[in-house]
């Protein structure tokens, strides 16, 4: 199918003036387009084919030592005002940030050629789908949107001749870190990314588009774009109820939604339907619906293996993308981890002969997998559904080693909001910064969200508004530690446990313990049955709120408000609130 619509055409024809491309390719998403390409990545040896037989249709890709991660401070929000980026944002007027970048891209294709890549984020034919075009020097990105995105005509029958698409214009250029930009435009639905070519920074339709200019879209329209997972879990009579979660990145969110319930919890099953991003909106029946945006996982390696996320890993045997693991002398992929032994001899993500007593690392502790989501074991028969699902709990969480319990629920919605306003997690390699730092980041959003937010704290509590049956807010921490910084929760399939308190509590079943902070369970209310080694005190060690550490936490939640222009007065209200009950 060739495309006709205008505003494309044009487009391409701008961009393709500015960085002068040898030649350019328009996607169409047929298998033989990926067997070209395949072959053409392997010629260059910008990808690498591993044994067929073992691991059929999968590749393997390394990216720059210095192009590991998503590039925070290199990521800006382009408004024309910059009170609409807000505090959290970095910002660059439009003008300079296009005039800056431009020059950037000036020529930057000449010898390669420029794909044209058409694709939808959301089930084909959604009310929630949207779509967009990137432009890429990379056939690695394009095999990569491939897997997480629907991409290909399937984009342009759903643009027909509308001008609606999100402009992306990805250039790895010379992949020099002193001239990364991530730039954003939302006013304009637009991205321009320059040398990178790792996933967060590259792959334009997941962070910078459905997080990052769809939230901004996402408020103008009256929805909500969230870096959350989503997953059902099915009860031995066959009923479903769905519950999303946002964790900061590689705090779980893969882990979670491919949860598998312990033995003891007979008939109960949990299926994936999102590992990263969640599109919600209220539906007709006062609910809130939600749909993943994409159709692929782009998930951590190090750490999966056939105990800690048995889904995932089988998700990744055939027609994936791995990027920055270990390469096997047997032609294979390990990686920290992966509960098998390493190999006597391998390539490491830099590149370099490694083998198991070498000091360093094989695998970046931020190397991942891209994987269809239709080969995950437990994906959701539901994923794909248009209408979305049905949104009976909130999650939020991150990584705390003392304040945070194992598990509370807010009173209502606006406690709720405030509880994701002030998340705090310890960093992780998934972004290039200090690693193991307490930082707050709001709903798991602080990188990604699109404009002030302040106005997205707000956006929140007027959807509360708008969500006549409303899920209910709960807070999560799986990662409390003990004196010896060991985790005292065993986490991953056993979290199940804290999902069915959770339910629980939806379906109004089990009471709480009223404290300052929210709901907490009474620790008989949580099944500990077959679990060696965790006692009922373990348990209650990990339920306590201790008032000390809360004294701090309120301290570092009145200094995160003092930075904020817009901050809503609920807000303030509900820490005014926090105090009075710890009797500050
Ligand atoms: P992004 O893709 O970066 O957004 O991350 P994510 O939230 O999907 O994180 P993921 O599920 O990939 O988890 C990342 C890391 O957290 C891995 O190293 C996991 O082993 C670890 N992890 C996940 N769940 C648990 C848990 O319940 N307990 C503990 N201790 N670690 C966990
Ligand atoms: C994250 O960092 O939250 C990810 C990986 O999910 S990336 O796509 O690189 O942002
Ligand atoms: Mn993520």
């Known amino acids: 199918m060739v495309c006709t619509n205008k505003h494309v055409l044009q487009w391409v024809e701008e961009m393709a003036a500015l960085t002068k491309p040898d030649r350019i390719e328009w996607m169409d998403g047929s298998e033989e387009e990926r067997d070209r390409l395949e072959a053409h990545s392997v010629s260059i040896r910008e990808m690498y084919r591993l044994d067929q037989e073992k691991y059929p249709g999968c590749l393997l890709h390394r990216t720059a030592i210095n192009d590991v991660a998503r590039v925070e401070h290199r990521t800006f929000i382009c408004t024309s005002k910059k009170e609409d980026a807000g505090p959290t944002n970095n910002w660059m007027a439009p003008a300079d940030a296009y005039d800056k970048v431009g020059r950037l891209f000036d020529g930057s294709m000449k010898g390669r050629t420029m794909y044209v890549i058409p694709y939808i984020m959301g ?26 995105t629907r991409m290909g005509d399937v984009a342009w029958k759903q643009l027909g001749d509308s001008p609606d698409f999100v402009k992306g214009l990805h250039g790895k250029a010379q992949i020099d870190e002193e001239n990364r930009y991530i730039m954003h435009f939302p006013e304009d639905k637009t991205i321009w990314s320059v040398n990178s070519g790792y996933g967060g920074n590259v792959l334009l339709g997941k962070k910078c588009f459905a997080l990052r200019i769809a939230s901004h879209m996402a408020r103008q329209e009256g929805w909500m774009a969230e870096h959350m997972l989503i997953l059902g879990i099915e009860d031995p009579e066959g009923r479903v109820e769905y519950v999303t979660g946002a964790f900061p990145s590689a705090c779980g969110k893969t ?74 002398e047997d032609n294979g992929v390990w990686w920290e981890g992966m509960g098998v032994p390493p190999p006597a001899r391998g390539i490491d993500w830099k590149g ?13 502790p931020n190397s991942r997998f891209t994987a269809p989501a239709s080969q995950c074991p437990c994906i959701s028969p539901e994923w794909e559904n248009p209408a979305g699902v049905p949104i009976s709990a909130i999650l939020f969480g991150g990584r705390r080693a003392r304040t945070a319990p194992l598990v509370y629920q807010s009173f209502d919605w606006n406690h709720g909001v405030f509880v994701g306003a002030t998340m705090a997690s310890e960093t992780t390699a998934a972004a290039a910064h200090a690693i193991g730092v307490v930082r707050r980041d709001p709903m798991a959003m602080l990188p990604f969200c699109g404009y002030n937010m302040g106005d997205y704290f707000r956006h929140w509590l007027e959807m509360g508004e708008r969500i006549r049956r409303k899920p209910l807010i ?22 199940f446990r804290v999902l069915r308190w959770i339910l629980d509590r939806c379906d109004g079943k089990v009471d709480a313990v009223e404290t300052p902070i929210g709901y907490v369970p009474k620790a008989e209310d949580i099944d500990l049955t ?44 509900q820490l005014d609130a926090l105090k009075k009950r710890f009797g500050i």
């Open 123 to 148: 089930p084909v034919g959604s009310p929630f789908s949207k779509v967009g075009v990137e432009l890429t020097d990379s056939s690695y990105v394009v095999l990569n949107m491939r897997i997480m």
């Open 255 to 328: 882990n979670l939604a491919m949860l598998i319930p312990p033995a003891y919890a007979k008939g109960y099953r949990v299926w994936t339907v999102g590992d990263d991003i969640a599109w919600m909106r209220p539906g007709e029946d006062g609910r809130l619906w939600a749909i993943n945006p994409e159709s692929g996982f782009f998930g951590v390696a190090p750490g999966t293996s056939m105990k800690s996320n048995p889904n995932a890993l089988l998700t990744t045997r055939r027609n994936t993308i791995f990027t920055n693991v270990v390469h096997t």
């Open 352 to 364: 370099n002969p490694w083998t198991p007593e070498s000091p360093e690392k094989g695998a970046n």
């Open 474 to 495: 709960f807070n999560v921490n799986w990662f409390r530690t003990d004196d010896g910084g060991k985790f005292i929760w065993p986490g991953f399939g056993d979290n």
């Open 530 to 573: 077959d679990l060696e080694g965790f006692t009922l005190e373990d348990l209650r060690g990990i339920l306590t709120i201790d008032a000390d550490l809360w004294q701090e936490e309120i301290k570092g939640i009145e200094e995160y408000f003092a930075k904020f222009d817009h901050l809503p007065g609920e807000l303030r209200s």
